[in-house]
């Protein structure tokens, strides 16, 4: 079945390391992105990708950095410089004109101690 | 995107249909109304949109008003799977491109047993 992969599904880190989620798509999707969601809270964009090797700050881009060297792969790191990396992580993908909707991964959940 | 106002939460009882509002008075001519859902600890999902006429699929039912400034989701017949976060977003063009959702913080639809 055609999907999103996101991994791991919980994700303990210490203060100050960086940290790298994966997520990849069978779907043959050109467009991918990640997603912050804070308790409570709407989904924040981070970065969006539409092409390999090429890649967009969304809102909320501070403090992470992403790669598309695949069309399948959308890693996202979570940088030190991120001052508050605790919250649900969401990755997506879609067709370049989003029509047939955005697919969603099942997310990971990143805590910061 | 245009923005769009829903309730924040609503009840309802299991087997019996739901009504959810979303107001979106700016809404513009080639605006599309787009809804998707996020069970719990899930990544959201897509269930429905459309343009002027009223909507069906397998999951839900798209009402939007005359003048387009508001719409309905409707659930026929609620399950406890239901359950969720419902998010009502406008989107340019049936598809509306691939530079992400705006999510808002949706609707909390609670359904009892």
């Known amino acids: 079945d055609g999907g999103i992969t996101q991994s791991p599904k919980y994700l303990f880190r210490k203060e100050g390391q960086n940290v790298t989620l994966s997520c990849e798509q069978n779907?043959?999707?050109?467009?991918m992105y990640w997603y912050r969601q804070d308790p409570g809270q709407g989904l924040r964009l981070i970065y969006y990708?539409?092409?390999?090797?090429?890649?967009q700050k969304g809102d909320i881009a501070e403090g992470y950095s992403v790669s598309r060297e695949k069309k399948e792969s959308f890693p996202l790191t979570v940088t030190s410089a991120q001052k508050n990396p605790t919250a649900f992580y969401l990755c997506?993908?879609?067709?370049?004109?989003?029509?047939?909707?955005?697919?969603f991964g099942s997310g990971t959940r990143l805590t910061v101690v | 995107d245009a923005k769009t106002t829903q309730p924040n939460s609503m009840e309802s009882n299991e087997e019996e249909p739901v009504h959810l509002p979303c107001n979106h008075s700016?809404?513009?001519?080639?605006?599309?109304i787009h809804w998707y859902r996020q069970l719990p600890s899930q990544g959201p999902e897509y269930v429905i949109h459309?343009?002027?006429s009223n909507v069906n699929n397998r999951m839900a039912s798209l009402a939007i008003a005359e003048d387009r400034k508001s719409s309905t989701l409707i659930l026929h017949r609620a399950t406890l799977r239901d359950a969720a976060v419902y998010y009502c977003?406008?989107?340019?063009?049936?598809?509306?491109?691939?530079?992400?959702?705006?999510f808002g913080k949706g609707t909390h639809l609670i359904i009892q047993p």
């Open positions: 990708s539409q092409i390999v090797n090429d890649f």
């Open positions: 459309g343009l002027t």
């Open positions: 997506a993908s879609s067709t370049l004109t989003g029509f047939y909707g955005y697919t």
């Open positions: 779907l043959n999707h050109d467009a």
């Open positions: 977003i406008l989107r340019d063009g049936a598809g509306g491109g691939a530079d992400g959702l705006t």
């Open positions: 700016t809404i513009s001519g080639t605006d599309y």
